[in-house]
């Protein structure tokens, strides 16, 4: 495919803004037939599926599959498109913003490296189990399969990190194939799912139609949880003595943190939550023992160790929670199992009692059987049990020594907890020491508060997150906690969040290190720091101030305080906090690989 040049000469460049180019371009006349309104094309039938799904906002980077579609999204005022300054930041935008509002969040891309730039975002996307649909422009029909330019086979691509993907061959298929796409993210669990589209389908012209609903032979998720299975948890749950409430994300994707409360007040159970599940279960409420797994609190884990009776719900057993499968199965104890997902259910750990169903669905089920339920909890069993956790609680395991001398990065959390609790706050994280001490120090009482990549663990996704949700919550504050290393993974967006007016607040805990590769090799690799020291670091006041936002350089404990306040009282400006943290601060607890939860490192005196 070769692109030309217009002659400058005939048509010379013109100092005319984009508002007057887009009015000069809407008034001129429009060639219509007198019988019947002409048929939209491929293009024009995509935006119109879009703002019948209801899309307020669109992240993409344009390029020469995908100019149809783009000439279309210039004709229309409904959707917002966002241009980003790289495809992964496209898709991770759009992958917060359905994180914090629970709408399917939608990017926009292009054939070849668009596609391949993508592929980070729509695999964080997948491990985590969010709504997005994502559209691929292609090479024309006739070109697939012959190495065109700009050409990858994006169907199998990403066929392993997608719930589904189309490749729409024919335009007449687009409005329904979107139709299914935009389904098929939000049922059941949800999950991306890629359209490709090639250029001549998204030129050719068709009748538009757009049905109100669509019916799959194939695709019919569960909601409903089997009633006799109800009855049996409900039944095991009353006799329990020493039970337990562990949650993940799905209880927040599910919208049914409400249930979940509900329930644990009903019993007066513990309750947990993965990293994914923050602020399902509130962290100011007693029940509420932290989260657990590798970096959870000694209370969380070792209750789930030695409880008789485990109710998971929307959480999958994975390894960063119960460490080696061997160490768990060594306790013997019964365990109801609840997920959306029936391949979920007893994937990595043998469950008794297997309920498959919406999680909302089945927590409103449980709470309505146990309140008909003629039997009551144990409660002399349950006093006891509850004695033994809050001796644990009394290991006090996130307790840190504070310094006057060097910041350390859980005062800096700590201090915006302080700062936020009682504010529309959301937060950001990416990857790494600083992604755990967030994890454990801000204190989540509301869901979709806590937005960071879990199941892949992608460095990067911050900034982008921090951008999706500002648009999506424009009069909440939004802070992205992050490190040196990850924010240089996107930094680039910097200059999205000037051109669209994303205030957002970027805290950045500079220990120098890439964090937890540095823990890692102090712990198991006899103190040999193979290539994780960062020597060569950017003045990041400097370069946010060059990106036309605010830079604060935090070099002692006594300014963490007044340079948060600072960023927070700055509301319409992007602010860059580089605060310089002790290098040699680890995360703990700490669970080793190859451990069980139970054998946690408490602290370096551990070691």
């Not at 992964?88 to 891309?109: F, I, K």
């Not at 319409?572 to 310089?580: G, M, S």
Request: net charge neutral; charged share 20%.
């Amino acid at each position: 495919m070769v692109f030309r040049q217009r002659n400058s000469q005939r048509f010379p460049i013109m100092d005319i803004s984009p508002t007057e180019m887009k009015r000069a371009a809407s008034a001129q006349p429009i060639q219509s037939s007198a019988s019947s309104p002409p048929e939209p094309n491929g293009s024009e039938i995509l935006v119109k599926c879009l703002q019948a799904e209801n899309v307020k906002f669109l992240w993409g980077y344009p390029g020469g599959a995908v100019l149809y579609i783009y000439d279309a999204l210039y004709k229309q005022e409904t959707i917002e498109h966002v241009l980003v300054r790289h495809e992964q930041a496209a898709v991770h935008a759009a992958d917060g913003y359905s994180r914090a509002t629970g709408e399917v969040g939608v990017a926009l891309v292009t054939s070849g490296p668009g596609v391949t730039n993508a592929v980070t975002g729509i695999a964080t996307a997948y491990m985590d189990s969010i709504p997005m649909v994502i559209i691929t422009g292609q090479v024309p029909t006739h070109a697939i399969g012959l190495d065109a330019f700009q050409e990858c086979d994006t169907v199998g691509i990403t066929r392993p990190i997608v719930k589904h993907n189309f490749l729409v061959k024919d335009v007449r298929d687009l409005a329904l194939t979107l139709k299914k796409a935009f389904h098929i993210a939000r049922t059941g669990r949800p999950g991306p799912v890629v359209v490709d589209i090639p250029k001549d389908v998204s030129m050719a012209k068709a009748p538009f139609y757009y049905p109100e609903r669509v019916e799959m032979r194939s695709y019919n998720p569960v909601r409903k949880g089997h009633g006799g299975q109800i009855r049996k948890a409900v039944q095991l749950l009353l006799a329990a003595k020493r039970p337990y409430i562990y949650t993940g994300g799905g209880v927040v994707l599910g919208n049914a943190s409400a249930e979940l409360r509900e329930l644990a007040d009903l019993l007066g159970y513990p309750v947990t939550n993965t990293l994914m599940g923050l602020g399902a279960m509130p962290a100011s409420d007693p029940k509420f023992l932290g989260m657990l797994g590798m970096h959870g609190t000694y209370e969380a884990n070792m209750t789930m160790q030695n409880c008789d009776v485990l109710l998971a719900v929307g959480a999958r057993f994975d390894d960063r929670v119960i460490g080696n499968p061997k160490h768990f199965a060594s306790v013997e104890r019964k365990i109801i199992h609840v997920d959306i997902d029936p391949s979920s259910i007893s994937k990595r750990v043998r469950v008794d009692i297997p309920i498959v169903g919406d999680v909302k669905d089945v927590l409103q089920e449980l709470i309505a059987q146990i309140r008909e339920a003629p039997a009551k909890p144990d409660v002399p069993s349950i006093s006891a049990w509850w004695k033994q956790i809050n001796e644990w609680r009394k290991k006090d395991c996130l307790a840190f020594k504070n310094s006057t001398e060097v910041i350390k990065p859980q005062h800096v959390v700590q201090t915006l907890w302080e700062l936020t609790k009682d504010s529309d706050a959301y937060i950001t994280s990416d990857v790494g020491q600083h992604q755990m001490w967030a994890a454990q120090y801000y204190r989540f009482d509301q869901p979709r508060r806590w937005i960071n990549s879990g199941g892949l663990g992608t460095m990067g996704v911050g900034l982008p997150y921090a951008m999706g949700i500002k648009l999506a919550k424009p009069d909440a504050d939004v802070f992205c906690i992050t490190g040196e290393g990850s924010i240089q993974m996107c930094i680039q967006e910097l200059s999205t969040c000037l051109q669209y007016k994303t205030p957002v607040k970027i805290i950045s805990l500079n220990n120098r290190y890439l964090g937890m590769v540095r823990q890692w090799q102090q712990i198991d690799y006899g103190g040999r720091y193979s290539h994780s020291y960062m020597d060569a670091l950017p003045d990041f006041v400097k370069l946010a101030e060059a990106y036309g936002h605010v830079g604060l350089k935090v070099e002692k404990p006594s300014d963490v305080e007044g340079a948060l306040r600072e960023a927070i009282r700055l509301k319409d400006r992007t602010v860059f906090l580089d605060i310089r943290t002790d290098p040699t601060e680890n995360v703990w607890p700490m669970v080793q690989a190859g451990k069980g939860i139970s054998e946690m490192l408490l602290g370096s005196e551990d070691l």
